[in-house]
């Protein structure tokens, strides 16, 4: 999706608004990407990936971690796990769930992924209306697929370039 459709496409889901980052509070950031999922009416997935040179990575990251505040335990409903993992690594992303009294975890959530080796800051926004728990993955899956096909299609460009 273009990033000039950011706006509009994070102002359809509860919330997204409040979590996702203002494009112009991120002036240093070499190359932005967002993908607008929706497989259904009722599931929808927003990805926001900056990527940042090594010296303003530090400070953007930095800078997110303070600005959000994120679970420290699972979410349990009652008898029922709602949120099982609050952090976790995968393949070299660090991925936060957001703490925020707006989130009705986990029909709708935020999380920040980051990854030091790569200089990319994440935001991902997941909404499903049709959800009662989420287990051990976050529903990331399909997220993170999009930073795979990000990275991917960088490779491609560069290499294009440089051949």
Known sequence: ME???YDNCI??????SDFLPDLDSFDVVENTQF?????????????LIMQYNSEDYMFAKERVIEDYDFLDAPIYNKD?????????EYKGFIIKVVDDENFSYPEHFG????????????SLYHSDKTVNQIGS????????????????MNKRMYKQKND
């Open 137 to 152: 993955t976050l529903g990331v899956g399909i997220n993170l697929l999009a930073i795979g096909r990000y990275n991917h």
């Open 3 to 5: 990033i000039d459709k």
């Open 111 to 122: 999380m920040i992924v980051y990854a030091d080796s790569k200089n990319q800051i994440v």
């Open 35 to 47: 993908y607008c999922s929706s497989y259904s009416s009722d599931i929808n997935t927003l990805t």
């Open 11 to 16: 102002e359809k889901l509860d919330y997204a």
């Open 80 to 88: 029922r796990v709602l949120i099982q993992e609050h952090e976790f």
